[in-house]
């Protein structure tokens, strides 16, 4: 959303609740303190929104970069100390492939 039109709509807002406080209380101070405090209830959520989306890009950044050392893990895995030795790689199947077969089933 554009901040011109954020700021219209906050004005519009603002203004409806005014208009309709002071119709209904026929107190123009009233409706000028009730204008404040919904100018402040909405500032406090824009702030909250904010932390919130500010949060949620440091989780989604922090998970990607789990995933991105997770995938490193997969690549340098040393050798079991079983008799087997091998490699636990060649068991995680590749994401090219279980998208493909992901996207195959209904």
Same mark, same amino acid.
């Given at each position: 959303?554009?901040?011109?039109?954020?700021?219209?709509?906050?004005? &519009?807002?603002?203004?409806?609740?005014?208009?309709?406080? =002071? #119709? !209904? +209380?026929?107190? /123009?101070?009233?409706?000028?303190?009730?204008? &404040?405090?919904?100018?402040?209830?909405?500032?406090?959520? =824009? #702030? !909250? +929104?904010?932390? /919130?989306?500010?949060?949620?890009?440091?989780?989604?950044?922090?998970?990607?970069?789990?995933?991105?050392?997770?995938?490193? +893990?997969?690549?340098?895995?040393?050798?079991?100390?079983?008799?087997?030795?091998?490699?636990?790689?060649?068991?995680?199947?590749?994401?090219?492939?279980?998208?493909?077969?992901?996207?195959?089933?209904?």
């Amino acid at each position: 959303m554009r901040f011109i039109i954020f700021c219209r709509l906050l004005g &519009l807002v603002l203004c409806g609740n005014a208009v309709t406080v =002071y #119709f !209904a +209380s026929h107190s /123009f101070r009233l409706a000028v303190v009730t204008t &404040l405090g919904c100018s402040l209830l909405l500032q406090l959520g =824009y #702030f !909250a +929104s904010v932390l /919130f989306l500010i949060w949620r890009s440091s989780c989604a950044g922090k998970a990607g970069q789990g995933a991105e050392l997770f995938d490193r +893990s997969q690549e340098v895995r040393y050798q079991s100390r079983d008799d087997e030795h091998r490699n636990e790689t060649q068991d995680v199947p590749q994401r090219n492939q279980t998208l493909g077969i992901s996207l195959l089933l209904p």
